[in-house]
């Protein structure tokens, strides 16, 4: 699996960006999803987290409520829906593939894909 997330920009805090990471593949909807973020000079942290229908989302506690994450496994595609945004989400952004859902939470996977970066000015 190959994974392309996109999405990320500049924008002032308050403000709103969605990313979408695309995976390559016929299994995708076999696999459960997740966002990751690694800001500059810290240690790669947990956003969130879909299970392979939809059915089961998990976020950080610093992301809930404000932060969103979808599929349409039609589009092989997962999103995460970012609103309310602070200076401190700004980070690289990065998707990936877990078979285990449990595992994604526990910063592992399967496929990592190359991540987009997001900057919020305040």
């Known amino acids: 699996v190959q994974l392309q997330a996109s999405g990320g920009g500049l924008v002032q805090a308050g403000g709103s960006l969605r990313l979408s990471c695309v995976a390559s593949g016929r299994t995708f909807s076999t696999y459960n999803m997740g966002w990751f973020r690694q800001a500059p000079g810290k240690e790669r942290e947990f956003v969130a987290a879909?299970?392979?229908?939809?059915?089961?989302?998990d976020y950080a506690d610093s992301v809930k409520g404000r932060f969103t994450i979808s599929r349409v496994n039609a589009k092989n595609t997962v999103y995460l829906q970012m609103n309310n945004l602070k200076p401190e989400d700004t980070a690289i952004y990065h998707c990936?593939?877990?078979?285990?859902?449990?595992?994604?939470?526990?910063?592992?996977?399967?496929?990592w894909g190359q991540g987009t970066l997001v900057t919020v000015s305040s």
């Open positions: 990936a593939a877990s078979t285990y859902y449990s595992a994604l939470t526990k910063m592992e996977a399967d496929y």
């Open positions: 879909i299970n392979w229908s939809g059915g089961r989302t």
